[in-house]
C-alpha cells in the first residue's frame, strides 16, 4: 500500500481513502505512473454524503444571489489558475497544452453564465382560476447532488455539473473519472480558495464499480447526474430508480455526418476531419459516420484521405491530436477497428498504433478511416470513442436520412448542403439532440441544452437554463388574498 498524492476533498479537508488504499493514474502520454490516488469505498461516500447533507441547509438558505456571487469568485479563481488547470488537464489526458488551456477557458465560461444564473433562477407566476389566489412557481435545490463524470473533457466535465448543482443551491459530492482525479482534485482547491463553504463541494476519487455505485445507492443523494457510457447509463437509472431518486444521464454517441452532392466539399473535409478526430476522437459528439451521397463520393473520399493522411498524432501544440486515456480504451478501439477490418472493410487511413518515436511508449492510435462497413455491422453501431471513422456510400437525401437515423443513439448529427430544403429537413426529422449544417458535430454552448435522444440519454438537457431542471424541483405556491382584512 503506497501513500496517495492524490487525496479525497471533504468538508473542506484532504483525506487519504479509509482504506488507504490507493490506485494508480497512467500517463497516457508515456505509460508511466503519474500519481497515486485515493481509492473510495463505501466508506469514503458515506463520509462525503454525511458532510454533504450537513452543509445542503446552510448553502440553500443563501440566496441565490449571493451563491452566485461565490461561483463568480471561483470563476475568477479559475481564471487566474487558467496555466496551472491546464497543465493538469494535458498531463492527465495527453491533450497538447493549446487545447487544455482552451478547455480551462471553456469551463470557466460556463462558470460565468451559471454563476449569472444566481440573479434569475426564474419560476413562474401565472394566473388562477379562483379570485384573489396568487398562483407562481418557485426552484427548490433537492439536496445532495452525486456527480458522476468521464476523463474526455476533465476540467469541462467537472464544471459542467458542479456549478448548475451549486448555484441551485445543492451541496455536491463529485466523483472523479479514474483517469483525470488529479484535475477535480484542483477544481475543489479552487472553490475552497473562492470561499465556498466547508462541505458544499466534495470530491471522492475511486472506481466507478466501488465509489461510483456506492455514491449512486446511497439513499440520502437526492439527484445523480452521470455522464458516461450507456452501459454504466443503465445500470445507474435502475439502481437509483429503485428509491426513485431523479437521474440525468448523458451518454454516448455514433453521429453521423452526412455530405450531399451540392456540398462545400473543401469545407465538409475540413469539418469531417475536425468532427472524427478532434480530442482524438473521445467525444460523445464526435461525427463517427460519415456518409457521402454516391455522385460526390470519390472526389471527397480522396480529398479526405489526404486531409486525413497530414494529421499530427502527438501532444504537442503543433499536432492535431494526441493518445487516448488509457491502455484498456486503445486495445477496444483497435479490437473495433480489426472487427471491421475482418468484416472485408477496407482501412483507407491509420487502424494502428502510432509508434514513430517517443508516441510508441504512450496511447496514441493513428487517425483511422475505414471504407464502407455494412449498416449492421456491430462496429455501424457500437460508439469506439477514438479517432476511428466509418464512411458509407449512400444514393440520396432519403437513404441519407435513414442511414443517419439508423443507430441505437441519437446524440449529435450535421448535413453539409447549401440546400434549404434538405437542411431543414435534416434538422427536423434527424433523431438526435443537436443538430448542424454545415459546420461539425460538436457539443453545446453553456448557455444551450446539450443531450441525446434513444440511447444518447435519458431526455434531461445540461447545461444552459435547462439544466436548473435537473438540480431543482419546482413547488407550486398558491397565495390566497382576503378582502376582508384589508
Ligand atoms: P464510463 O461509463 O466507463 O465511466 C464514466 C464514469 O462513470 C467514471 O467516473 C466511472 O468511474 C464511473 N462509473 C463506472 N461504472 C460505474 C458504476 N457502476 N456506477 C457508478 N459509476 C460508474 O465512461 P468512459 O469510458 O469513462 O467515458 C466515455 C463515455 O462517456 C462515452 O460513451 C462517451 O460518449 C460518454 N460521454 C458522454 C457525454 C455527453 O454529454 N453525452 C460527454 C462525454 C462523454
Not at 456549478?163 to 473519472?177: D, E, H, I, W
Request: charged residues 20%; hydrophobic residues 40%; aromatic residues 6%.
Amino acid at each position: 500500500m503506497n501513500s496517495a498524492d492524490t487525496l479525497n476533498y471533504i468538508e473542506g479537508t484532504l483525506r487519504p481513502s479509509r482504506s488507504g488504499e490507493t490506485f494508480e493514474k497512467i500517463s497516457p502520454v508515456n505509460g508511466q505512473v503519474l500519481s497515486r490516488v485515493a481509492r473510495s469505498n463505501a466508506d469514503d461516500v458515506r463520509d462525503a454524503v454525511a458532510v454533504a447533507r450537513r452543509a445542503f441547509p446552510g448553502w440553500a438558505a443563501l440566496p441565490g444571489v449571493q451563491r452566485g456571487q461565490t461561483l463568480h469568485r471561483l470563476v475568477r479563481v479559475m481564471q487566474d489558475r487558467q496555466a496551472e488547470t491546464a497543465a493538469i488537464v494535458a498531463a492527465e489526458s495527453g491533450k497538447s497544452a493549446k487545447d487544455a488551456a482552451g478547455e480551462a477557458a471553456g469551463a470557466a465560461a460556463l462558470g460565468l453564465f451559471f454563476a449569472g444564473e444566481g440573479q434569475r433562477l426564474y419560476g413562474r407566476t401565472t394566473t388562477s382560476s379562483v379570485a384573489n389566489r396568487r398562483a407562481m412557481t418557485i426552484r427548490q435545490p433537492i439536496g445532495v447532488a452525486g456527480l458522476i463524470v468521464p476523463a474526455n473533457t476533465p476540467i469541462a466535465n467537472v464544471a459542467w455539473k458542479a456549478f448548475p448543482a451549486l448555484v441551485c443551491g445543492n451541496a455536491v459530492v463529485l466523483k472523479s473519472a479514474e483517469d483525470t482525479p488529479g484535475t477535480a482534485a484542483l477544481f475543489a482547491e479552487m472553490s475552497h480558495q473562492a470561499g465556498l463553504p466547508e462541505g458544499v463541494f466534495n470530491v471522492v476519487h475511486g472506481l466507478g464499480r466501488e465509489a461510483g455505485a456506492a455514491l449512486v445507492e446511497h439513499p440520502d443523494v437526492g439527484v445523480i447526474s452521470f455522464t458516461g457510457s450507456t452501459a454504466v447509463g443503465r445500470e445507474i437509472q435502475r439502481v437509483a430508480g429503485v428509491r426513485l431518486a431523479r437521474v440525468s444521464l448523458e451518454l454516448g454517441g455514433k453521429n453521423p455526418f452526412v455530405v450531399c452532392d451540392d456540398a462545400d466539399l473543401d469545407e465538409a473535409v475540413r469539418w469531417a476531419v475536425l468532427s472524427a478526430f478532434s480530442n482524438a476522437g473521445q467525444r460523445c459528439a464526435s461525427g463517427s459516420r460519415i456518409i457521402v451521397f454516391a455522385s460526390v463520393a470519390d472526389e471527397f473520399r480522396s480529398r479526405l484521405v489526404e486531409a486525413t493522411l497530414k494529421l499530427r498524432v502527438g501532444s504537442a501544440d503543433q499536432d492535431d491530436f494526441g493518445p487516448v486515456i488509457n491502455q484498456r480504451q486503445m486495445d477496444a478501439i483497435l479490437h473495433g477497428v480489426d472487427e471491421a477490418r475482418q468484416s472485408g472493410a477496407r482501412i483507407l487511413t491509420g487502424g494502428r498504433r502510432a509508434k514513430s518515436g517517443q508516441l510508441a511508449h504512450g496511447f496514441y492510435i493513428e487517425p483511422t478511416l475505414v471504407d464502407t462497413l455494412a449498416a449492421d455491422h456491430p462496429v455501424s453501431h457500437q460508439e469506439l470513442f477514438g479517432p476511428v471513422a466509418t464512411l458509407y456510400t449512400v444514393s440520396g437525401f432519403a437513404e441519407a436520412l435513414a442511414m443517419a437515423n439508423d443507430s441505437p443513439y441519437g446524440l449529435t448529427a450535421c448535413i453539409h448542403t447549401r440546400n434549404l430544403d434538405r437542411a431543414l429537413a435534416f434538422v427536423e426529422r434527424v433523431e438526435a439532440g443537436v443538430a448542424i449544417v454545415n459546420g461539425g458535430t460538436f457539443g453545446s454552448e453553456p448557455h444551450m441544452p446539450f443531450g441525446g435522444v434513444k440511447q444518447s440519454g435519458n431526455g434531461t438537457r445540461e447545461p444552459g437554463t435547462e439544466a436548473l431542471d435537473v438540480y431543482s424541483s419546482l413547488k407550486d405556491v398558491y397565495l390566497n388574498l382576503d378582502d376582508r382584512r384589508l
